[in-house]
């Protein structure tokens, strides 16, 4: 007879089961009864196990931590976690790789997602970055082209480079970010060794009513450490995770130095570059980086699903003080990740622990599946008996109204604004990518080529015509270069 146990176990709904390794049937041989509940219990659950993985960024890593200022902003906003030197802030972070799915493996070269959420007291600020300063596009309109694009060929279920090629081949507004993903930094070795990005262009406002743009910037104290394809293929497909859970669990926390660039308004009416473009970068020499804090991640999560497959963050999640900018991306962004959110945890999913605000919340949203799931923090089981309409007579007895004092400054539109589709393909899509170039050392501009031509080589001979053209552009040693390491490879 075994003991009765510490902890009895129980079905869902919470009555002690009996007997959890046979089920009930007619006789030895069975069939099994209709009455085999816990059975029927045990395998619907099962069924519904999965939900939707990211369309995008599926396969991450989740870890909680803090953000500590080291210099007041108020110059620049009232956002509560950037007032007053030395406040700290929780946040949860989630690294990623972008194209692969939940079973991919942690070293594909790809840019890798870098998305934080703070929890601040004024509510939950996200910062849904990668770790390269720039994207692939301007136009949100071609974002499901480009990752079809640079996923699985869908006849094959292959990775395929000439597909991704061709898109690129087309759409020379992605070479800047291409030339990065090829470089010596396309691997990063862990996501302890890397850096983070808004690489959009935000907006900061303070309490005179001033806006500034800005754009974030995350520096591994680590130090940069990247793979060679050959080191990559090596690797376990978990070690990236692996390696952040173990540096947490021994206490070796993972930081970064948080900085900022800032740019006024008439600067940005007349700086040469488009300020919302997010395939450009503002360079450090006009905008110098502003050091602002320290990021620390130093707790790993008790619950992989629960936390960080559930975590929704969203670009437009904004607090008073930080809001959008003009840049079209950010705009469909702030669109599509809560779609997806609703879509793939359900519209409730800012009820979840890892996702609701640390600061009591209250507002007039009722309802829909789940709602009412005993929140961690701040409101009441679906609100409780709040009144859930307004405008109303009640907010003198404490029903929640707007505040005012927290509107962002009014935002003018400069010169015309006609409504059309506005071409943005020819922008000037080859001096940064060349600037880049030439920073390089011989080394990385030798293997940026190798990086290339092991995929261009998969092309058509249309495709890596125009893939050069656009090297070419950037630098004529950039083209040859990649011509020369396709010839070798030959
Ligand atoms: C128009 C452009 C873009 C669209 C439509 C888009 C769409 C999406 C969608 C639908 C998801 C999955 C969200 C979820 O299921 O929770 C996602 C995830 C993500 N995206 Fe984007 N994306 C775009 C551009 C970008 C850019 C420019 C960045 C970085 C600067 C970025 C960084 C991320 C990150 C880090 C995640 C994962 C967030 C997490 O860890 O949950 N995306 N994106």
């Known amino acids: ?82 007032q007053g030197k030395g406040k700290p802030t929780e946040l949860f972070a989630r690294f990623s790789t972008v194209g692969g799915g939940q079973d991919s493996s942690d070293y594909a070269r790809d840019p890798r997602g870098f998305a934080l959420k703070f929890y601040t007291e004024k509510g939950n600020f996200d910062m849904v970055g990668n770790n390269t300063p720039v994207f692939f596009l301007r136009d949100p309109i071609k974002f499901p082209d480009f990752v079809h ?75 940069i450490r990247t793979l060679r394809n050959e080191e990559a293929v090596q690797m376990p497909p978990f070690g990236a995770q692996q390696d952040l859970i173990d540096a947490i669990a021994r206490k070796d926390y993972p930081s970064w130095t948080v900085k900022v660039q800032i740019m006024t308004e008439p600067e940005a009416r007349n700086y040469a570059i488009n300020p919302f473009d997010l395939t450009k970068v503002w360079p450090h020499a006009d905008f110098p980086l502003i050091e602002i804090g320290q990021l620390e991640l130093n707790r790993n999560v008790a619950n992989y699903f629960a936390e960080t497959e559930q975590a929704t963050f969203s670009p437009g999640n904004f607090v008073p003080g930080i809001n959008a900018s003009p840049d079209k991306m950010l705009q469909a962004r702030m669109l599509a990740y809560p779609d997806a959110h609703r879509y793939r945890v359900g519209v409730n999913a800012s009820q979840l622990p890892v996702n609701s605000p640390r600061c009591p919340f209250h507002h007039y949203q009722r309802d829909g599946t789940m709602a009412g799931m005993p929140p961690a923090f701040g409101s009441d089981n679906n609100q409780g008996s709040g009144v859930n309409f307004y405008p109303n007579d009640r907010t003198t007895d404490g029903a929640p109204a707007p505040v005012p004092e927290v509107a962002e400054p009014p ?45 261009l080589i998969h092309a058509t001979a249309s495709v890596q015509q125009r893939m050069l053209a656009q090297f070419g552009e950037a630098d004529p040693d950039y083209a040859a270069r990649v011509q020369q390491a396709m010839t070798d490879i030959a």
């Open 1 to 82: 007879m075994s003991q009765h146990p510490k902890c009895p176990l129980t079905s869902a709904n919470g009555a002690p089961v009996a007997e959890d390794q046979n089920s009930i049937t007619a006789g030895e041989r069975g069939p099994l009864t209709f009455d085999n509940w816990r059975v029927f219990e045990k395998l619907a659950h099962f069924n519904r196990e999965r939900i939707p993985e990211r369309v995008v960024h599926a396969r991450g890593t989740g870890a909680y931590g803090t953000f500590t200022l080291s210099r007041d902003m108020g110059e620049y906003t009232i956002a509560s976690f950037l």
């Open 149 to 223: 694009s640079q996923k699985k060929n869908p006849a094959t279920n292959l990775p395929d480079p000439a597909r991704m090629f061709e898109f690129w081949a087309n759409s020379p507004q992605s070479l800047h970010q291409m030339t990065i993903l090829m470089s010596d930094r396309g691997i990063p070795a862990s996501y302890r060794h890397m850096h983070g990005f808004s690489s959009h262009t935000l907006s900061f406002w303070n309490a005179r009513g001033e806006r500034h743009w800005m754009k974030w910037h995350f520096k591994t104290n680590q130090g």
């Open 411 to 455: 935002m003018p539109i400069l010169g015309k604004a006609w409504i059309k589709a506005y071409d943005t393909q020819q922008g000037d899509n080859f001096t940064q990518a060349g600037t880049l170039y030439r920073l390089m050392s011989d080394n990385q501009k030798n293997q940026l080529a190798g990086n290339i031509a092991d995929g």
